[in-house]
């Protein structure tokens, strides 16, 4: 999840559903820019710009749902995965912060080194004080979430924080399945919001941008 710094126009996203939805031209990133990494305590936590988190396990396509939402190559996985150490900060619109946090549960990563992940995701999502404006947890919607996954949702409710669930890869579901798989997972996560999503076909982009922004 190297960062890039490009504030380039590479074309609008593919949007599904946006007329239904009520998506317009407002809702859409315009603009995005690589502001800082940080590992720690840092000033920019504290700037009162609204922070958006998204989080996932490693190798779930969590750069690849930022990038689909992004309309631009925003966030790129690390050719090592769970290497990445730091919190990626993005300005979006000039408005808020994307945060891109580090995948969590890379399984050939030391015990130490995964410990020392989980140990910054824990402290930033829940013992940082921040008021997040949403928290954007990114599950494989076909394997559907691991115990990590539900660890997570539960401590980020008890924290009664605004929790999104995404579902990626909803497109590598078969399409007898979908319907019935979809609603297990919504049942599995109940009072969370469960957004069917594919990166790489476009599904889900205007749901969850209006998901963050309203």
């Known amino acids: 999840m190297s960062p890039i710094a490009?504030?380039?126009?590479?074309?609008?996203?593919?949007?599904d559903g946006e007329s239904r939805l009520g998506y317009d031209?407002?809702?859409k990133i315009k603009s995005a820019e690589f502001v800082k990494g940080v590992a720690g305590e840092d000033e920019?936590?504290?700037d009162e710009i609204p922070q958006v988190a998204f989080i996932g396990r490693s190798n779930v396509g969590k750069s690849s749902v930022i990038n689909s939402l992004a309309g631009r190559e925003l966030a790129r996985s690390s050719s090592v995965p769970g290497k990445t150490r730091e919190i990626n900060f993005y300005l979006i619109n000039k408005e808020f912060y994307l945060t891109d946090l580090p995948g969590y549960g890379y399984a050939k990563a030391s015990l130490e080194e995964r410990?020392?992940?989980?140990?910054?995701i824990l402290w930033y999502l829940l013992f940082a004080n921040i008021d997040h404006k949403k928290i954007v947890l990114i599950i494989d919607a076909e394997v559907g979430p691991t115990e990590q996954d539900m660890m997570m949702t539960r401590r980020i409710n008890e924290r009664q924080k605004d929790l999104i669930i995404v579902a990626n890869k909803s497109d590598k579901i078969k399409k007898s399945q979908y319907q019935n798989q979809i609603r297990q997972l919504?049942?599995?996560?109940?009072?969370?919001?469960?957004?069917?999503?594919s990166a790489k076909e476009g599904k889900g982009v205007a749901e969850l941008m209006m998901e963050i922004i309203k």
């Open 6 to 15: 490009r504030t380039g126009d590479f074309g609008p996203p593919r949007l």
């Open 115 to 120: 410990d020392q992940l989980r140990q910054l």
């Open 44 to 46: 920019i936590l504290r």
């Open 25 to 27: 031209e407002s809702m």
């Open 186 to 197: 919504q049942a599995k996560f109940g009072i969370n919001k469960v957004i069917p999503y």
